[in-house]
């Protein structure tokens, strides 16, 4: 007995590796007949079709290359336009610099030494005239970042990356502390600041006077260097940053310099406010 049962196990194991298909489906295929033949007009639709998928896919990719010159010359035209504004814009303000220079020696040559001296102070003030002196360059920087972008806003300055740890407030707080320390005049990233000057944030750049600057950052401050080394390095803004440095990884160093050369700022027109018109009364 036991001996037909592990014979018939055997076999169905056998016809079950030999005969893959199930008896069920061959059954099902024996009661439906041979398979349908397939329309006459099968075939010529599905020609068409694929003429039609073809002819479409041939018009997209002739459009596509056809239109790929025209917004080549479009942008490169953009490209020279604005390079050709930015030389024209580059090239008046040299000049105005130039006008500005022949106007302080005429200046000078016209005025009485009391007057001219009031005038040089209000200037130097405005940041009408560029300012030379010794003073104290303090830097601060993001920290590095595992991949390189390319380089935007001006000239010096690294790449903007995703997420900033500096940002308006730390450039804010560097320069108010140096203007409290005795600065006489300070730039930042090259820019000259103003009583009027701006410092705010956009999108990933800090903003001085609408001008984009980008890390490291360097302040550069004209003023009595030993006071300003001595105050700044005692301030709890030098404290904040020195922590930070440790903790975050920024970048943060100044040093004393015996001779600094500010640039004048841009020609700004003051706005004044007036009195708004009244209306007459009947």
Not at 37 to 52: N, W
Not at 211 to 216: D, H, K
Request: net charge positive.
């Amino acid at each position: 007995m036991t001996s037909r049962r592990s014979s018939s196990a055997t076999e169905q194991l056998i016809d079950l590796v030999t005969n893959t298909a199930d008896p069920g489906y061959a059954a099902a295929a024996a009661r439906r007949g041979a398979s349908p033949k397939r329309r006459r007009i099968d075939q010529p639709a599905v020609v068409l079709g694929c003429l039609l998928i073809g002819f479409t896919l041939a018009v997209a990719y002739v459009h596509t290359h056809r239109s790929a010159p025209e917004a080549a010359k479009v942008h490169n035209s953009l490209v020279v336009r604005v390079k050709a504004v930015q030389a024209t814009g580059d090239a008046l303000e040299a000049k105005a610099q130039q006008l500005d220079r022949e106007i302080a020696k005429l200046r000078q040559r016209a005025l009485p030494r009391t007057s001219l001296g009031a005038l040089q102070g209000a200037q130097l003030q405005a940041g009408a005239t560029p300012a030379v002196g010794q003073g104290l360059v303090v830097q601060l920087a993001n920290p590095p970042q595992p991949t390189a972008a390319a380089s935007s806003g001006r000239p010096g300055s690294t790449p903007v990356y995703g997420a900033q740890l500096l940002t308006d407030r730390d450039v804010r707080s560097v320069v108010n502390e140096l203007w409290h320390d005795g600065a006489e005049a300070i730039a930042v990233n090259g820019v000259r600041l103003t009583p009027t000057s701006a410092i705010r944030f956009a999108g990933q750049a800090v903003l001085v006077d609408f001008a984009p600057i980008t890390s490291p950052y360097t302040i550069d401050a004209i003023g009595d260097s030993d006071v300003l080394v001595t105050s700044f390095a005692d301030s709890d803004v030098a404290g904040r940053y020195h922590t930070l440095t440790s903790v975050e990884g920024i970048s943060f160093s100044w040093t004393q310099e015996q001779k600094l050369h500010l640039p004048a700022t841009a020609a700004v027109t003051p706005r004044y406010a007036s009195p708004a018109p009244t209306r007459s009364s009947r």
